[in-house]
């Protein structure tokens, strides 16, 4: 975050022109590779290895080689040797500064004294810039009397470098009464807490559209509702992990089917940051009270099922696929189908997947937790009382473990998390047939 920082200040100044800045920026990119690929090139771990520590950031508020060494998939010497090897993004931007722009060594100290003074940075927020420490850097930004305000934004952005680019940087946060936006797509949370979290687009809408594509992998060119599915997905991955985190404090939370609304006003006490994705901006928006109204006529964001597939006689088994998600249904049939899995049937809610089992009789029903309509448990309670027998795995973000533990209770075969992981839903998917 601190190059772009920098970088605006110095266009700001007249010292780089934006050519100039985003062939830095470009060569920065290619120098700083990530931990994970560089971890593989040098055969500490193996793709899989690092597959499954990328699944464990979504469930776990940690770095990559915090995990990777907790889990013990390297050593702690291993992970310092890495993070020499990939050096610092603040070293690697001033070199390739020097080497692109000409600019002396003396000068860039010059222009970092006075963008620290102009900013008003301390010696320790520069500390924090320079290293990328998110913990160091989104208080500077974003500090609030209300702490779970600072605590998702530092979740959020965490996230959007996980899955979208380590390209942004962030303005200072805004609190407001309304706001006025041409998109919002998000859910609340409810419980001890009555918290809505989202992104909106103001105005201009490529950044939501980059996380929306970044999160699904995909390669969406316009605001519509597979954006929202997107990014209602990625607001739920964030929800779950701010969640688990107030859950160890002794704080339920429910996390609700996500919204989206299209030309209308937020009204209430909230708290809006200023994301900046490649040069365009995306507001990621955080309630501040529980009466916030984020709009009042929802889209429709449901994605419509797909016609299931046909039943060979190789097949290894038949499924039905529940979720309120196309994103999600569609990496989970991909995944299923591509191992030799049948999928009869898909469907949005907890009301028609029941009607699905029933039509179907599958040899697994996988059930998203949390849907409108009808819940995952409540489909689970359904289908279990029409057949006792029925092998249902049940699909959850972090941070729902209460209804993961109910869910359990009532007959559920397994639970599988969010975002996916290919090993752990083929693994699952696997014992529950043989159970």
């Given at each position: 975050?601190?190059?772009?920082?920098?970088?605006?200040?110095?266009i700001?100044k007249?010292?780089?022109?934006?050519?100039?800045?985003?062939?830095?920026?470009?060569?920065?990119?290619?120098?700083?590779a990530?931990?994970?690929?560089?971890?593989?090139?040098?055969?500490?771990?193996?793709?899989?290895?690092?597959?499954?520590?990328?699944?464990?950031?979504?469930?776990?508020?940690?770095?990559?080689?915090?995990?990777a060494v907790?889990?013990?998939?390297?050593?702690?010497?291993?992970?310092?040797?890495?993070?020499?090897?990939?050096?610092?993004?603040?070293?690697?931007?001033?070199?390739?500064?020097f080497?692109?722009?000409?600019?002396?060594?003396?000068?860039?100290?010059?222009?970092l004294?006075?963008?620290?003074?102009?900013?008003?940075?301390?010696?320790?927020?520069?500390?924090?810039?320079?290293?990328?420490?998110?913990e160091?850097?989104?208080?500077?930004?974003?500090f609030?009397?209300?702490?779970?305000?600072?605590?998702?934004?530092?979740?959020?952005?965490?996230?959007?470098?996980?899955f979208?680019?380590?390209?942004?940087?962030?303005?200072?946060?805004?609190?407001?009464?309304?706001?006025?936006?041409?998109?919002?797509?998000?859910?609340?949370l409810?419980?001890?807490?009555d918290?809505?979290?989202?992104?909106?687009s103001?105005?201009?809408?490529?950044?939501?559209?980059?996380?929306?594509?970044?999160?699904?992998?995909?390669?969406?060119?316009?605001?519509?509702i597979?954006?929202?599915?997107?990014?209602?997905?990625?607001?739920?991955?964030i929800?779950?992990?701010?969640?688990?985190?107030?859950?160890?404090?002794?704080?339920?939370?429910?996390?609700?089917?996500?919204?989206?609304?299209?030309?209308?006003?937020?009204?209430?006490?909230?708290?809006?940051?200023?994301?900046?994705?490649?040069?365009?901006?995306?507001?990621?928006?955080?309630?501040?009270?529980?009466?916030?109204?984020?709009?009042?006529?929802?889209?429709?964001?449901k994605?419509?099922?797909?016609?299931?597939?046909?039943?060979?006689?190789?097949?290894?088994?038949?499924?039905?696929?529940?979720?309120?998600?196309?994103?999600?249904r569609?990496?989970?049939?991909?995944?299923?189908?591509?191992?030799g899995y049948?999928?009869?049937?898909?469907?949005?809610?907890?009301?028609?997947?029941?009607?699905?089992?029933?039509t179907?009789?599958?040899?697994?029903?996988?059930?998203?937790?949390?849907?409108?309509?009808?819940?995952g448990?409540?489909?689970?309670?359904?289908?279990?009382?029409?057949d006792?027998?029925?092998?249902?795995?049940?699909?959850?973000?972090?941070?729902?473990?209460?209804k993961v533990?109910?869910?359990?209770?009532?007959?559920?075969?397994?639970?599988?998390?969010?975002?996916?992981n290919?090993?752990?839903?083929?693994?699952?998917?696997?014992e529950?047939?043989?159970?």
């Open positions: 975050m601190f190059c772009q920082l920098f970088g605006k200040y110095l700001e007249d010292v780089l022109d934006t050519a100039s800045y985003n062939s830095i920026m470009e060569k920065l990119s290619d120098s700083r990530r931990l994970g690929v560089l971890a593989v090139a040098d055969g500490i771990i193996t793709e899989s290895q690092a597959d499954e520590i990328n699944h464990l950031q979504t469930t776990k508020d940690a770095r990559f080689g915090e995990i907790g889990e013990g998939y390297m050593s702690e010497e291993q992970l310092n040797m890495l993070l020499n090897k990939q050096g610092s993004a603040y070293a690697i931007f001033l070199s390739v500064m080497e692109t722009a000409n600019i002396t060594a003396a000068k860039i100290d010059e222009l004294k006075d963008f620290q003074k102009e900013l008003g940075f301390t010696d320790d927020d520069m500390d924090g810039l320079k290293n990328d420490d998110l160091q850097v989104v208080p500077i930004f974003a609030s009397s209300k702490s779970y305000v600072t605590d998702i934004c530092r979740l959020a952005l965490a996230n959007i470098e996980r979208v680019t380590s390209d942004f940087y962030i303005d200072k946060i805004r609190h407001i009464s309304q706001l006025e936006y041409r998109c919002l797509a998000g859910q609340r409810a419980g001890d807490l918290v809505i979290i989202g992104f909106a103001a105005g201009e809408s490529q950044a939501i559209i980059d996380i929306a594509n970044g999160f699904a992998r995909s390669n969406v060119s316009m605001l519509g597979e954006v929202y599915d997107a990014v209602g997905e990625f607001t739920n991955c929800s779950g992990l701010f969640a688990t985190a107030l859950s160890k404090k002794g704080s339920k939370l429910e996390i609700t089917p996500q919204f989206a609304y299209e030309n209308q006003f937020a009204k209430g006490d909230a708290y809006v940051l200023p994301i900046h994705i490649h040069d365009s901006e995306v507001l990621l928006y955080i309630s501040a009270s529980d009466n916030v109204i984020p709009g009042n006529m929802p889209v429709v964001r994605i419509m099922a797909k016609a299931g597939g046909e039943v060979t006689l190789d097949s290894k088994g038949t499924i039905v696929i529940v979720d309120d998600s196309g994103m999600s569609k990496i989970l049939r991909d995944i299923l189908e591509e191992d049948a999928v009869l049937a898909e469907a949005t809610d907890g009301l028609e997947g029941v009607l699905a089992y029933k179907h009789y599958p040899d697994i029903i996988t059930l998203d937790i949390t849907m409108p309509n009808m819940d448990t409540e489909a689970l309670k359904e289908i279990k009382s029409y006792p027998n029925a092998k249902v795995i049940m699909i959850t973000a972090a941070g729902q473990q209460n533990i109910e869910a359990l209770k009532n007959g559920a075969a397994r639970f599988i998390t969010k975002p996916f290919k090993e752990e839903i083929l693994k699952n998917i696997e529950v047939l043989e159970s």
